[in-house]
Every structure is written in structure tokens, then in C-alpha cells.
């Protein structure tokens, strides 16, 4: 009878882990999503994610639908440009 409620113990921290692991997961890939769009659009990242994952899920849904336009920067989305640091 021990060794079936160590199995049971076992079986549940495994499950465990995974769920967790999961859980963690989704979380980070919300947070860069959040910080790679507020960027994209010019507001600030960490004002974004903390309305997100205070408020989620109404955050998230607050910033889906009113989150401004992107910033036409010209340059695709990335901060370097070479000819922004060309010598003439």
C-alpha cells in the first residue's frame, strides 16, 4: 500500500511540473508579444504588460482593441540602420 501513494505522488509532481511549466510558457510568450507590439506602436512596454497581466483578461483585450497604429518608421521594425551611422 506505501508504494501506491508514492506513485500517486509522484504521478501528481510530474503533472504538476507540466502544468506549471506550461502556465510559465504562455505567460513569457504574452509579455514579449506585449513588449514587441508597444514598441511597435510607440507606447511603453512595461506600462503595456503591467495593464495586461494586472487586468488579464480584460487587458488583454482592452489593448487588442485599443491599441494605436504602428509607427511608420520606414525601417520594418528594427532600430538599427546603417545609414544612420555612416560617416560622410
Known amino acids: 500500500m506505501r508504494m501506491g501513494s508514492i506513485s500517486q505522488f509522484l504521478v ?8 506549471t511549466t506550461v502556465a510559465f510558457a504562455i505567460i513569457a510568450l504574452t509579455i514579449q508579444a506585449c513588449v514587441t507590439d508597444a514598441r511597435r506602436r510607440g507606447k ?6 503591467l495593464a495586461v497581466i494586472f487586468f488579464f483578461p480584460l487587458g488583454l483585450i482592452a ?9 511608420d518608421r520606414g525601417d520594418s521594425g528594427r532600430s538599427f540602420r546603417l545609414k544612420d551611422y555612416r560617416v560622410q
Open 12 to 19: 501528481f509532481s510530474v503533472e504538476y511540473l507540466i502544468v
Open 44 to 49: 511603453s512596454p512595461l506600462l503595456v504588460t
Open 63 to 71: 489593448w487588442l482593441l485599443f491599441r494605436p497604429e504602428p509607427l
